[in-house]
């Protein structure tokens, strides 16, 4: 490997400017595949190498990004962590994977690595901007470093968004299940404080008021977006007389353990008793029965959410909250009946 290889060496063999070749080592997707070719077989045929100390010194950046999540042992994240990793990678970026759970001051001790300069950037995937970082770079997000969140928003959305209209989305489940001959549809919530229990709670009743039926207080169900709550739900399911002939999970997690204790109590789904979930994480379809769903693109998400990330990073500024919405899509498998 030759050592001495420069920069313009590579520049003059790829037949591009020096700074082409720099944006092509730091930021690779926001340059054509004939330039990456050009520029990658250059360096490989000079045995060009960045000294990365030294450049991260010159910029002050230190080539990572940190990633918040409230569970790293929730599936659901797992497409999405893809995303970003394979954007991160391509991007010489390393990824800084900090589980928040639900204690503000882990995600507070994560972002600390932001403020001292540890990190670059930040996706946010819990939903939660620290009291601190606002207290530090102030409450409109004029001054913030670059940060994105991901999937779930924030209440005040200071900070650009990449993920899926919820209430649309849940009110695509409720128009299907309409559609289908049901009319008893019961709704198993997420947590109470989470923005998307909000969103798709009411995208549900939107549903439910624009088809003009009514919903019985008793077909609302409270969850955490965990299997051990869709099996609660599944154990008061069984005690009512007026019985829902299709349940609406807010997750497939929950959705999941709904159709489990339901085989456990002797209730078929779904003759019994349909259902319906969201996200379509990798087990809806061994599922059993395969789990009716709606479909978010999550390895999207994640690649989109860490290209905008990297934008702002380069940009050295953050830009006005925006949202950046992916479609969703209704995937039909065996769970919800078909009553008409």
Do not use: W
Not at 1 to 17: F, L
Not at 220 to 236: C, K, L, P, Q, V
């Amino acid at each position: 490997m030759n050592k001495r290889a420069t920069i313009e060496d590579v520049a003059r063999i790829a037949g591009v400017s020096t700074a082409t070749v720099s944006r092509t080592i730091h930021t690779p997707d926001i340059v054509s595949d004939s330039t990456r070719q050009a520029v990658f077989g250059a360096i490989d045929q000079t045995g060009f190498t960045l000294n990365q100390a030294a450049r991260n010194l010159r910029q002050r950046r230190a080539n990572a990004v940190i990633v918040l999540v409230p569970d790293i042992g929730n599936t659901f994240f797992s497409e999405i962590l893809a995303g970003i990793e394979r954007v991160a990678s391509a991007a010489n970026q390393t990824i800084l994977i900090g589980d928040a759970g639900q204690d503000p001051r882990r995600a507070e001790k994560f972002l600390n690595a932001l403020i001292n300069g540890q990190a670059d950037g930040a996706l946010l995937l819990n939903g939660h901007l620290p009291p601190s970082l606002v207290e530090r770079f102030g409450p409109s997000g004029a001054t913030l470093p670059p940060i994105v969140s991901v999937s779930e928003g924030l209440e005040q959305q200071v900070v650009p968004h990449v993920g899926i209209d919820n209430a649309a989305a849940a009110c695509m489940a409720v128009q299907y299940l309409i559609d289908h001959g049901h009319r008893r549809i019961a709704h198993l919530r997420g947590p109470a404080d989470n923005i998307l229990t909000r969103q798709r709670h009411q995208g549900f009743l939107d549903g439910m008021k624009d088809a003009g039926l009514t919903v019985a207080p008793d077909h609302i169900f409270d969850g955490d977006f965990t299997i051990e709550s869709g099996i609660a739900a599944a154990r008061s399911l069984v005690n009512q007389t007026n019985s829902p002939t299709v349940i609406f999970c807010s997750n497939d997690e929950m959705a999941i353990g709904l159709m489990s204790e339901c085989a456990v109590l002797g209730l078929r789904v779904p003759q019994d008793v349909s259902v319906i979930g969201f996200d379509d994480i990798a087990f809806s379809k061994v599922a059993s029965p395969r789990l009716t769903t709606i479909r978010q693109p999550r390895l999207d998400i994640g690649e989109a959410a860490m290209k905008l990330l990297l934008g702002l990073i380069a940009a050295d500024a953050v830009p006005d909250a925006a949202m950046e919405t992916h479609d969703v899509q209704l995937i039909e498998r065996d769970s919800v009946r078909f009553l008409r």
